[in-house]
């Protein structure tokens, strides 16, 4: 059962969903994060199927997303560097010294980021349809976000997250999970402020030049978990750092695309699952 829990670590509050099952297998925990502009409900069917097969599941809110605190900018810089100490301090505030990762979207490559300057915490890392490559540009979807004025309008519509997790994934999601998803939007301007400054920080390009030199270094077994119909990321990219790394493999799911967490759980799960299992040669 999926339960939910804050924790203030610092001057920030984390919100999170987590899975405790009774029968635990004792491997490390799964800390699962989350893209833009969603939150960690994205995770509650995997979060399901883990709890399941024995393994306790994690999934933060960022900071500025979901039910975490949405800080003013003068007090949380929603920079790629911000969310890299907040996320190493959250885990620590968990008292979780090794975890697996799985990390899905943009955002989510600061979680990567972290994960390369703090190897000897990260059993394994999953990446679902995650920017890799400095040539990746945000989708014009993502772009209108950072518009003066058009952004500042576009970052309260509680509608922008159907738009945007509908036209990622290909597939219309239901009322009833759409109406939690977009719960943040309809509480707070907070939410959509922090979204915008997000946005407008992530400079994606240097952000990418330094995964591709993190993963040139990288020795953690990673499993690349890729929806193949992604409109926004190419699988070219993944393909050849698989092709290229003994530590890294491959699994391609034909007809996903984006948030393949969101209609393709039960596959997403499975192949999480055998990898965490797998023992390493």
């Known amino acids: 059962m999926i339960t939910e829990h804050t924790i203030t670590v610092g001057s920030l509050e984390w919100f999170y969903r987590e899975v405790t099952p ?39 809110d960022w900071i500025g997303s979901g039910f975490s605190a949405k800080p003013d900018k003068r007090d949380f810089a929603y920079t ?13 505030g968990l008292e979780l010294d090794k975890v697996s990762l799985v990390v899905q979207g943009f955002l989510a490559s600061v979680a990567i980021q972290y994960a390369f300057t703090h190897p000897d915490t990260i059993d394994r890392l ?20 950072t518009i003066p004025f058009m952004g500042d309008m576009v970052t309260q519509d509680p509608l922008l997250v159907d738009r945007t997790l509908e036209k990622g994934s290909g597939f219309v999601i239901e009322d009833k999970d759409l109406d939690i998803l977009r719960q943040p939007y309809l509480k707070s301007s907070a ?4 979204l915008l400054t ?28 890729w929806g193949m119909a992604d409109p ?17 493999d491959i699994v391609k799911l034909e007809e996903a695309k984006h948030y ?21 040669v």
Do not use: C
């Open 22 to 60: 009774t029968n635990s297998n004792n491997k490390p925990p799964v800390i699962l994060v989350h893209g833009l502009p969603s939150h960690s409900y994205t995770w509650r069917r995997v979060m399901d199927n883990l709890e399941d097969q024995g393994f306790r599941a994690i999934a933060p």
């Open 80 to 92: 790629s560097e911000a969310y890299q100490k907040a996320f190493g301090e959250f885990l620590e």
């Open 126 to 145: 999953i990446i679902l349809n995650t920017p890799l490559s400095p040539d990746i540009k945000l989708p014009w979807l993502m772009q209108q976000w």
């Open 191 to 194: 939410v959509g402020r922090a």
């Open 198 to 225: 997000t946005t407008k920080n992530l400079k994606l390009s240097q952000t990418m030049k330094d995964i591709e030199i993190g993963l040139a270094g990288w020795q953690v077994p990673t499993l690349i978990l």
């Open 232 to 248: 926004w990321l190419s699988a070219d990219i993944p393909e050849k750092l698989a092709a290229n790394a003994s530590n890294i």
């Open 260 to 280: 393949p967490q969101e209609h393709w759980p039960k596959e997403v799960s499975q192949e999480i699952v055998t990898f965490l299992r797998r023992q390493v």
